[in-house]
């Protein structure tokens, strides 16, 4: 076992305790929750080190990383599930829908249009199209209404769902938001309520919500997807 992959493999058990802590708090069952290992500005090795140690699901934010390195990994016979989390431009679509298996940040009714009209291109082919020829969609919310995040505000949402819910091709599996920085992970708490308590009134169950810094309090307000990066590959250059 190299240097990296045991790194990695000890940072991802750490990670997995703290998930089973905080759901043990909470009453879950730790099943309940997916970890999206954040890979963006990782390699392939780090990625290779992260499915070495038993992580399937990966998120990147940026079309031009995630493209190359899906298919860098389907080069070396590497299977990792891919989740796009960041804001994706229109245009960028039929890039990065093949290689996904979920689309954690939609936004606008016209990008459900070009996320729609991909599937329908490329039907049921690729990593994007599950048996239906659908992709699992979370609508980004900007509960805290902070000026620099995506994502649509409380009360634009009925809109949004509506378009989706009537797109082909689009699965609405839930809601997703970024919580602000903050000193203490306590205070991300009221935003993680906040979205599940929208999701829960629209009939939703899907939520992605925490990453390092909050993960846990995520998880106690209900968190089905955590997005961790520095948590399990280390600090970004």
């Known amino acids: 076992m190299t240097a990296v992959v045991s790194e990695v493999r000890e940072r991802v058990a ?55 390195k899906a298919e860098g990994a389907a080069s070396m016979g590497l299977r990792p599930r891919w989740h796009f989390i960041g804001h994706l431009q229109r245009n960028k679509a039929r890039d990065v829908v093949p290689h996904i298996v979920a689309l954690h940040s939609v936004d606008s009714p016209r990008l459900v249009t070009a996320i729609s009209r991909e599937i329908m291109r490329i039907g049921e082919h690729g990593a994007a199209a599950d ?39 689009v699965e609405v599996a839930g809601l997703m938001t970024v919580a602000p920085l903050a000193a203490s992970a306590e205070a991300a708490r009221p935003v993680f309520a906040a979205l599940r308590e929208l999701a829960r009134s629209h009939g939703l169950d899907g939520l992605s ?3 390092t810094n909050d993960f846990e309090v995520a998880i106690e307000e209900g968190a089905t997807m955590v997005r961790v990066g520095r948590a399990i590959f280390g600090e970004r250059d």
């Open 14 to 68: 750490a990670v997995r305790a703290r998930i089973e802590a905080a759901c043990a708090r909470a009453g879950r069952d730790p099943g309940e929750v997916t970890l999206i290992a954040v890979s963006k500005t990782f390699g392939l090795d780090a990625v290779e080190a992260a499915l070495e140690a038993g992580i399937t699901d990966f998120g990147e934010n940026r079309a031009q990383q995630l493209v190359p």
């Open 131 to 169: 048996a239906a020829g659908s992709l699992r969609c979370y609508l980004e919310v900007n509960v805290a209404g902070e000026a620099s995040k995506e994502g649509v505000a409380p009360d634009a949402l009925p809109a949004l769902l509506e378009a989706a819910r009537a797109a082909d091709g």
């Open 209 to 211: 919500m925490g990453m």
